[in-house]
């Protein structure tokens, strides 16, 4: 199959076009490096064999890729490009507006223009909100608290009102929950610029030297240790998802909302032990104050997806653990 896929570069993105090469679809990437090295094409070329097509162009902007798009002829577009850091989306979120909404009609408009009528979103857990109860299902109300959240919100409903106006479309709603680890080569990680706003990251950076110590943010919350729980997903889970949803969009027709996360939480405590027994290092932290907007439990209820798409995560906390220390480790010798 042809495949565009937006922001390929990226963290999710980039092993995502790894599993697609490796299973003989061929690949237009469309990245505008923003938060990508510049190297990572050719890292995944050199894992999968083959290479992707990459174009270096802005989703925002029609011109930069419309000819690009239109020769490939793609049978299918996977989009990952978009903004998501939350605490920057809350200072400018026009800003992520234009980026994460903007860009996306933009983009569906190239698809609608070309017959390219299979899509795979990348969304995310954050347009449940604040959980009414966990796990979360697929049916549980959507109420982000941030402009992060509502970008992801309004482009899937975007995407279902399209949907309602041609049933030629087949679109999937990918909702992630929080994607760690990194492949198991070692060769393409998570890199964030600076200082990184995630847990795990931010972890391996303490482990590795770079920073000093962890701050635990709150450990008052109503869970057993008083630390936030997440449902953490291996990113070689996250991406065989992908490749999951993109044969579903083959088979099914209309849109549809599936979360991709294991369905088992995992404290920020027990993420640092975790980390500290798989690299050999300790994590000093000191517990500070809750950060705002954070919710004491996010898991996911998986069983849409494995019912749907056949598929369901493999990977536990040490192969998450294992992977991201691996791809630190390697980042600097
Ligand atoms: N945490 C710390 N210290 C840190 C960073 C995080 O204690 O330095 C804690 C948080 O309080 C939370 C847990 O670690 O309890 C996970 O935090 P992350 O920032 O790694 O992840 P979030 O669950 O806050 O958010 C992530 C993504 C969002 C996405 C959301 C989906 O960053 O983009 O998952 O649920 F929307």
């Known amino acids: 199959m042809r495949v565009v896929v937006t922001g390929g570069a990226g963290y999710i993105g980039s092993h995502t076009v790894t599993l697609f090469l490796q299973a003989g679809h061929d690949v237009l990437i469309i990245d505008n490096f923003a938060n990508a090295a510049e190297d990572v094409p050719d890292r995944v070329a050199g894992l999968a064999g083959r290479e992707a097509i990459v174009l270096r162009a802005d989703i925002t902007q029609p011109e930069s890729y419309l000819k690009a798009f239109e020769d490939f002829a793609p049978d299918a577009v ?4 978009g903004l998501k850091a939350v605490a920057e989306a809350v200072a400018d979120p026009l800003e992520y507006y234009r980026v994460n909404v903007g860009g996306s009609l933009t983009l569906f408009r190239i698809m609608q223009g070309t017959e390219c009528r299979r899509l795979v979103f990348s969304s995310s857990a954050t347009v449940y909100g604040d959980p009414e109860r966990v796990p979360i299902d697929e049916g ?5 608290t941030n402009p992060y959240g509502r970008s992801k919100l309004m482009v899937e409903e975007i995407v279902e009102d399209w949907g309602r106006s041609d049933d030629s479309l087949a679109a999937i709603n990918l909702r992630y929950f929080n994607p760690v680890g990194a492949h198991p080569s070692a060769r393409i990680g998570e890199a964030p610029n600076g200082v990184p706003n995630n847990l795990m990251p931010y972890i391996s950076d303490v482990a590795q030297g770079r920073r000093e110590r962890l701050q635990v943010f709150g450990d008052d919350y109503g869970t ?20 999951a949803a993109l044969e579903l969009t083959g088979r099914a027709s209309g849109v549809e909302a599936l979360n991709v996360g294991t369905g088992e939480g995992y404290s920020v405590l027990e993420m640092v032990r975790a980390f500290e027994s798989a690299s050999g290092r300790s994590i000093p932290y000191d517990v500070v104050a809750r950060r705002p907007g954070d919710v004491a439990i996010s898991l996911a209820d998986p069983a849409m997806a494995e019912a749907r798409m056949g598929w369901k995560a493999n990977l536990g906390l040490d192969e998450m653990c294992r992977d991201a220390w691996a791809f630190t480790r390697g980042r600097n010798t």
């Not at 996977?78 to 490009?81: E, I, P």
């Not at 997903?233 to 992908?242: C, G, K, Q, R």
């Open 224 to 243: 057993p240790d008083g630390t936030g729980v997440r449902d953490y997903i291996h990113v070689m889970d996250l991406a065989d998802a992908h490749l």
């Open 78 to 81: 996977v989009h990952f490009a």
């Open 140 to 144: 549980h109300p959507c109420r982000p």
